[in-house]
């Protein structure tokens, strides 16, 4: 994966020494965690909807 990272982190931490390959640890605080659940718990629910809506080819906005 990628990362990005402004000016201001790569002067203020060791990041700016990493080259390719180099390991890094990185954590994401609890409230990032839990909005990463999320999302990927409403995008399951949209694909397993859209599985359905193919199987018996109704629309999952239908009543």
Same mark, same amino acid.
């Given at each position: 994966?990628?990362?990005?990272?402004?000016? !201001?982190?790569?002067?203020?931490?060791?990041?700016?020494?990493? #080259?390719?390959?180099?390991?890094?640890?990185?954590e994401?605080?609890?409230? #990032?965690?839990?909005?990463? !659940?999320t999302? !990927?718990?409403?995008?399951?629910?949209?694909?397993?909807?859209?599985?359905?809506?193919m199987? #018996?080819?109704?629309? #999952?906005?239908?009543?």
């Open positions: 994966f990628c990362v990005y990272l402004i000016p !201001e982190t790569l002067e203020r931490t060791t990041l700016g020494a990493k #080259t390719f390959g180099d390991r890094v640890n990185i994401i605080d609890p409230h #990032t965690q839990a909005i990463v !659940e999302v !990927e718990r409403v995008l399951a629910q949209r694909d397993a909807a859209a599985a359905m809506s199987l #018996t080819g109704q629309s #999952t906005t239908e009543s």
